[in-house]
Protein backbone atom coordinates (compact mmCIF):
# COMPACT_ATOMS: atom_id res chain seq x y z
CA UNK A 1 0.00 0.00 0.00
CA UNK A 2 3.06 2.45 1.07
CA UNK A 3 4.88 1.46 -2.54
CA UNK A 4 1.10 2.32 -4.81
CA UNK A 5 0.78 5.62 -2.57
CA UNK A 6 4.02 6.62 -2.80
CA UNK A 7 3.57 5.54 -6.55
CA UNK A 8 0.63 7.59 -6.89
CA UNK A 9 2.35 10.76 -5.44
CA UNK A 10 5.36 11.19 -7.76
CA UNK A 11 3.05 10.71 -10.66
CA UNK A 12 0.68 13.07 -9.74
CA UNK A 13 3.99 15.49 -9.06
CA UNK A 14 5.31 14.14 -12.59
CA UNK A 15 2.52 15.50 -14.21
CA UNK A 16 2.41 18.54 -13.14
CA UNK A 17 6.27 19.04 -13.77
CA UNK A 18 6.10 17.06 -17.41
CA UNK A 19 2.68 19.70 -18.54
CA UNK A 20 5.35 22.81 -17.35
CA UNK A 21 8.15 21.68 -19.65
CA UNK A 22 5.63 20.86 -22.04
CA UNK A 23 4.29 24.18 -22.12
CA UNK A 24 7.52 26.08 -21.66
CA UNK A 25 9.57 24.35 -24.29
CA UNK A 26 6.55 24.31 -27.15
CA UNK A 27 5.83 28.39 -26.58
CA UNK A 28 9.25 28.99 -26.50
CA UNK A 29 9.64 26.93 -30.16
CA UNK A 30 6.17 28.35 -31.38
CA UNK A 31 7.38 31.44 -30.97
CA UNK A 32 10.79 31.43 -31.86
CA UNK A 33 9.59 30.34 -35.48
CA UNK A 34 7.15 32.95 -35.41
CA UNK A 35 3.65 31.52 -34.64
CA UNK A 36 1.44 34.08 -33.34
CA UNK A 37 1.03 33.83 -29.38
CA UNK A 38 -2.39 33.45 -29.64
CA UNK A 39 -2.53 30.64 -31.56
CA UNK A 40 0.13 29.43 -29.17
CA UNK A 41 -2.18 29.97 -26.37
CA UNK A 42 -4.85 28.54 -27.82
CA UNK A 43 -3.23 25.17 -29.04
CA UNK A 44 0.21 24.27 -27.56
CA UNK A 45 -0.76 25.97 -23.90
CA UNK A 46 -4.07 24.61 -24.16
CA UNK A 47 -3.05 20.97 -25.22
CA UNK A 48 -0.08 21.20 -22.60
CA UNK A 49 -1.89 21.40 -19.68
CA UNK A 50 -4.60 19.04 -20.55
CA UNK A 51 -1.75 16.38 -21.43
CA UNK A 52 -1.96 14.73 -17.83
CA UNK A 53 -5.39 14.26 -18.33
CA UNK A 54 -4.83 12.55 -21.65
CA UNK A 55 -1.81 10.61 -20.73
CA UNK A 56 -3.84 8.97 -17.68
CA UNK A 57 -7.05 8.48 -20.00
CA UNK A 58 -5.03 6.66 -22.68
CA UNK A 59 -2.94 4.64 -19.97
CA UNK A 60 -5.75 3.96 -18.28
CA UNK A 61 -7.95 2.45 -21.48
CA UNK A 62 -4.76 0.19 -22.25
CA UNK A 63 -4.65 -0.68 -18.47
CA UNK A 64 -8.54 -1.77 -18.95
CA UNK A 65 -9.00 0.75 -16.41
CA UNK A 66 -11.47 2.68 -18.52
CA UNK A 67 -13.82 3.77 -15.85
CA UNK A 68 -11.12 5.81 -14.24
CA UNK A 69 -10.40 7.38 -17.49
CA UNK A 70 -14.17 8.33 -17.40
CA UNK A 71 -14.09 9.03 -13.79
CA UNK A 72 -11.06 11.04 -14.43
CA UNK A 73 -12.89 13.34 -16.73
CA UNK A 74 -15.78 13.55 -14.58
CA UNK A 75 -14.37 14.28 -11.49
CA UNK A 76 -11.84 16.87 -13.37
CA UNK A 77 -14.74 19.02 -14.90
CA UNK A 78 -16.46 19.56 -11.32
CA UNK A 79 -13.25 20.33 -9.64
CA UNK A 80 -12.42 22.53 -12.39
CA UNK A 81 -16.07 24.59 -12.25
CA UNK A 82 -16.74 24.04 -8.64
CA UNK A 83 -13.48 24.15 -6.50
CA UNK A 84 -11.14 26.03 -9.08
CA UNK A 85 -13.71 28.45 -10.64
CA UNK A 86 -15.58 28.81 -6.69
CA UNK A 87 -11.58 29.56 -4.88
CA UNK A 88 -10.96 32.05 -7.99
CA UNK A 89 -14.46 34.12 -7.69
CA UNK A 90 -14.09 34.29 -3.61
CA UNK A 91 -10.88 35.77 -4.24
CA UNK A 92 -11.62 38.45 -6.56
CA UNK A 93 -15.22 38.66 -8.41
CA UNK A 94 -14.73 37.66 -12.16
CA UNK A 95 -15.77 39.61 -14.71
CA UNK A 96 -17.75 37.39 -18.04
CA UNK A 97 -17.25 38.33 -21.39
CA UNK A 98 -19.02 37.67 -24.59
CA UNK A 99 -17.09 34.94 -25.95
CA UNK A 100 -17.76 33.01 -22.62
CA UNK A 101 -21.27 33.82 -22.14
CA UNK A 102 -22.08 32.93 -26.07
CA UNK A 103 -20.06 30.06 -26.78
CA UNK A 104 -17.48 28.79 -24.17
CA UNK A 105 -20.28 28.02 -21.64
CA UNK A 106 -22.78 26.87 -24.53
CA UNK A 107 -20.39 24.27 -25.56
CA UNK A 108 -19.27 23.06 -22.21
CA UNK A 109 -22.79 22.65 -21.31
CA UNK A 110 -22.94 20.78 -24.73
CA UNK A 111 -20.46 18.30 -24.61
CA UNK A 112 -21.10 17.44 -20.65
CA UNK A 113 -25.01 16.70 -21.91
CA UNK A 114 -23.25 14.70 -25.38
CA UNK A 115 -21.46 12.74 -22.87
CA UNK A 116 -23.90 11.42 -20.78
CA UNK A 117 -26.00 10.21 -23.57
CA UNK A 118 -23.16 8.61 -25.78
CA UNK A 119 -22.11 6.81 -22.16
CA UNK A 120 -25.64 5.45 -21.91
CA UNK A 121 -25.08 2.28 -23.67
CA UNK A 122 -22.10 1.69 -21.25
CA UNK A 123 -19.23 2.66 -23.06
CA UNK A 124 -17.51 4.99 -25.54
CA UNK A 125 -16.27 3.59 -28.59
CA UNK A 126 -14.72 4.79 -31.63
CA UNK A 127 -17.55 6.25 -33.64
CA UNK A 128 -18.45 8.09 -30.11
CA UNK A 129 -14.86 8.98 -30.06
CA UNK A 130 -14.68 10.57 -33.45
CA UNK A 131 -18.09 12.36 -32.68
CA UNK A 132 -16.69 14.06 -29.89
CA UNK A 133 -13.29 14.53 -31.64
CA UNK A 134 -15.10 16.39 -33.79
CA UNK A 135 -16.96 18.72 -31.75
CA UNK A 136 -13.13 19.74 -30.38
CA UNK A 137 -12.01 20.56 -34.12
CA UNK A 138 -14.99 22.82 -34.49
CA UNK A 139 -15.02 24.42 -30.79
CA UNK A 140 -11.00 25.35 -31.72
CA UNK A 141 -12.16 26.54 -35.10
CA UNK A 142 -14.77 28.90 -33.64
CA UNK A 143 -12.44 30.01 -30.74
CA UNK A 144 -10.15 30.76 -33.04
CA UNK A 145 -12.05 32.51 -35.42
CA UNK A 146 -13.93 34.31 -32.32
CA UNK A 147 -10.89 35.04 -31.11
CA UNK A 148 -9.17 36.98 -34.47
CA UNK A 149 -12.23 38.77 -35.77
CA UNK A 150 -13.25 39.98 -32.00
CA UNK A 151 -10.22 40.99 -29.93
CA UNK A 152 -7.22 39.29 -31.32
CA UNK A 153 -4.34 42.45 -30.04
CA UNK A 154 -5.56 42.22 -26.63
CA UNK A 155 -5.78 38.68 -26.34
CA UNK A 156 -2.25 38.06 -28.00
CA UNK A 157 -1.18 41.11 -25.58
CA UNK A 158 -2.57 39.00 -22.52
CA UNK A 159 -1.43 35.53 -23.75
CA UNK A 160 1.77 36.78 -24.66
CA UNK A 161 2.41 38.34 -20.59
CA UNK A 162 1.61 34.63 -19.38
CA UNK A 163 4.29 32.86 -22.11
CA UNK A 164 7.82 32.27 -20.73
CA UNK A 165 10.57 33.46 -22.00
CA UNK A 166 11.95 32.32 -25.12
CA UNK A 167 15.99 32.61 -24.26
CA UNK A 168 18.26 29.88 -25.13
CA UNK A 169 18.81 27.81 -27.75
CA UNK A 170 16.31 26.47 -29.72
CA UNK A 171 17.78 22.96 -29.33
CA UNK A 172 17.90 23.07 -25.65
CA UNK A 173 13.81 23.99 -26.17
CA UNK A 174 13.12 20.97 -28.11
CA UNK A 175 14.67 18.74 -24.92
CA UNK A 176 12.36 20.52 -22.89
CA UNK A 177 9.73 19.78 -25.20
CA UNK A 178 10.42 16.37 -25.43
CA UNK A 179 11.43 16.08 -21.91
CA UNK A 180 7.74 17.34 -20.78
CA UNK A 181 6.17 14.28 -22.91
CA UNK A 182 8.48 11.68 -21.41
CA UNK A 183 7.84 12.55 -18.17
CA UNK A 184 4.24 12.86 -18.62
CA UNK A 185 4.23 9.63 -20.17
CA UNK A 186 6.01 8.02 -17.30
CA UNK A 187 4.26 10.26 -14.53
CA UNK A 188 0.93 9.06 -16.03
CA UNK A 189 1.94 4.75 -15.73
CA UNK A 190 3.11 5.39 -12.34
CA UNK A 191 -0.32 7.33 -11.34
CA UNK A 192 -2.29 4.64 -12.74
CA UNK A 193 -0.47 1.70 -11.73
CA UNK A 194 -0.91 3.07 -8.62
CA UNK A 195 -4.41 4.15 -8.35
CA UNK A 196 -5.61 1.05 -9.99
CA UNK A 197 -3.56 -1.16 -6.99
CA UNK A 198 -4.80 1.24 -3.91
CA UNK A 199 -8.35 0.76 -5.29
CA UNK A 200 -8.03 -2.89 -5.42
CA UNK A 201 -6.68 -2.86 -1.90
CA UNK A 202 -9.24 -0.76 -0.30
CA UNK A 203 -12.22 -2.38 -2.12
CA UNK A 204 -13.67 0.41 -3.92
CA UNK A 205 -13.82 1.53 -7.47
CA UNK A 206 -11.65 2.69 -10.22
CA UNK A 207 -14.05 5.21 -11.10
CA UNK A 208 -13.86 6.76 -7.45
CA UNK A 209 -10.22 6.81 -7.43
CA UNK A 210 -10.72 9.00 -10.63
CA UNK A 211 -13.04 10.67 -9.05
CA UNK A 212 -11.04 12.09 -5.97
CA UNK A 213 -7.20 11.32 -6.12
CA UNK A 214 -6.16 11.52 -9.76
CA UNK A 215 -8.77 13.98 -10.65
CA UNK A 216 -7.52 16.70 -7.83
CA UNK A 217 -4.15 15.45 -8.79
CA UNK A 218 -4.43 16.55 -12.60
CA UNK A 219 -6.40 19.56 -11.89
CA UNK A 220 -2.98 20.99 -10.56
CA UNK A 221 -1.80 23.06 -13.77
CA UNK A 222 -5.92 24.62 -14.04
CA UNK A 223 -5.88 24.99 -10.53
CA UNK A 224 -1.64 27.30 -10.53
CA UNK A 225 -2.94 28.98 -14.21
CA UNK A 226 -6.40 30.16 -12.58
CA UNK A 227 -5.21 31.21 -9.31
CA UNK A 228 -2.08 33.17 -10.70
CA UNK A 229 -4.30 34.73 -13.02
CA UNK A 230 -6.98 35.91 -10.47
CA UNK A 231 -4.25 37.65 -8.35
CA UNK A 232 -2.61 39.09 -11.41
CA UNK A 233 -5.67 40.39 -12.51
CA UNK A 234 -6.17 38.48 -15.81
CA UNK A 235 -9.71 37.65 -14.87
CA UNK A 236 -10.75 36.83 -18.56
CA UNK A 237 -7.63 34.11 -18.66
CA UNK A 238 -8.52 32.72 -15.27
CA UNK A 239 -12.04 31.66 -16.55
CA UNK A 240 -11.35 30.97 -20.10
CA UNK A 241 -8.65 28.28 -18.95
CA UNK A 242 -11.42 26.52 -16.88
CA UNK A 243 -14.06 26.81 -19.03
CA UNK A 244 -11.67 25.99 -22.05
CA UNK A 245 -10.11 23.01 -19.78
CA UNK A 246 -13.79 21.59 -19.14
CA UNK A 247 -14.81 21.23 -22.75
CA UNK A 248 -11.85 19.76 -23.55
CA UNK A 249 -11.42 17.56 -21.26
CA UNK A 250 -14.68 15.88 -22.90
CA UNK A 251 -14.64 16.37 -26.41
CA UNK A 252 -10.66 15.83 -26.69
CA UNK A 253 -9.50 13.80 -24.58
CA UNK A 254 -12.09 11.45 -23.83
CA UNK A 255 -12.98 11.48 -27.72
CA UNK A 256 -9.22 10.96 -28.61
CA UNK A 257 -8.95 8.40 -25.78
CA UNK A 258 -12.01 6.47 -27.25
CA UNK A 259 -10.79 6.50 -30.47
CA UNK A 260 -7.44 4.55 -29.67
CA UNK A 261 -8.99 2.18 -27.34
CA UNK A 262 -13.11 1.87 -26.72
CA UNK A 263 -13.76 2.42 -22.73
CA UNK A 264 -16.15 0.84 -20.62
CA UNK A 265 -18.63 3.42 -18.23
CA UNK A 266 -20.02 2.26 -14.95
CA UNK A 267 -23.57 2.41 -14.15
CA UNK A 268 -22.20 4.57 -11.06
CA UNK A 269 -20.83 6.98 -13.60
CA UNK A 270 -23.87 7.27 -15.98
CA UNK A 271 -26.67 7.51 -12.98
CA UNK A 272 -24.46 9.94 -10.49
CA UNK A 273 -21.18 11.13 -11.23
CA UNK A 274 -21.69 12.54 -15.22
CA UNK A 275 -25.24 13.62 -14.90
CA UNK A 276 -23.70 15.76 -11.98
CA UNK A 277 -20.77 16.97 -13.84
CA UNK A 278 -23.20 18.08 -16.56
CA UNK A 279 -25.44 19.85 -13.63
CA UNK A 280 -22.25 21.59 -12.72
CA UNK A 281 -21.68 22.95 -15.82
CA UNK A 282 -25.94 24.11 -16.79
CA UNK A 283 -25.91 25.87 -12.77
CA UNK A 284 -23.11 28.14 -14.40
CA UNK A 285 -26.06 29.31 -17.06
CA UNK A 286 -28.15 31.18 -14.25
CA UNK A 287 -25.00 32.33 -12.35
CA UNK A 288 -23.33 33.50 -15.47
CA UNK A 289 -25.91 35.28 -16.72
CA UNK A 290 -26.76 36.90 -13.37
CA UNK A 291 -24.99 40.36 -13.48
CA UNK A 292 -22.29 38.70 -16.13
CA UNK A 293 -20.11 37.97 -13.53
CA UNK A 294 -19.37 35.42 -10.44
CA UNK A 295 -19.82 37.58 -6.81
CA UNK A 296 -17.74 36.06 -4.69
CA UNK A 297 -20.76 34.49 -2.13
CA UNK A 298 -21.26 32.67 -5.65
CA UNK A 299 -17.57 31.32 -5.60
CA UNK A 300 -18.01 30.27 -1.94
CA UNK A 301 -21.31 28.75 -2.66
CA UNK A 302 -19.49 26.29 -5.54
CA UNK A 303 -17.12 25.40 -2.93
CA UNK A 304 -19.45 24.71 -0.73
CA UNK A 305 -21.02 22.45 -3.07
CA UNK A 306 -18.07 20.75 -3.80
CA UNK A 307 -17.43 20.20 0.13
CA UNK A 308 -20.37 18.72 -0.16
CA UNK A 309 -19.70 16.35 -2.80
CA UNK A 310 -16.82 15.05 -1.80
CA UNK A 311 -18.37 14.53 1.86
CA UNK A 312 -21.08 12.23 -0.03
CA UNK A 313 -18.59 10.40 -2.58
CA UNK A 314 -16.51 9.31 0.46
CA UNK A 315 -19.58 8.59 2.70
CA UNK A 316 -21.37 6.54 0.06
CA UNK A 317 -18.68 5.01 -2.15
CA UNK A 318 -16.06 3.61 0.32
Known amino acids: MLLDAGLVLVGLAGLVLGAELLVRGGSAIATRLGVSPLLVGLTIVSIGTSMPELAVGIDAAFSDAGPLAVGNV ?56 LLLLSLAVVYTAAAIRWELKQRATAVETEIAEELPA ?52 TSAPELTTTIMSTIRGDRDLAIGNLIGSSVYNIVFILGLTAVIKPIDVTDELIRVDIPLMAAAAILCVPVFLSGRRVSRWEGIGFVALYAVYLGLLIAFRT
Open 74 to 129: AGTNIVNILLILGLSAAMVPLALGRQTLRMDLPTMCLSGLLLLVLSLNGSLGRLNG
Open 166 to 217: TGGPLWSRLLQLLGGIGVIVLAADWLVRGSVSIATDLGVSEAFIGLTIVAIG
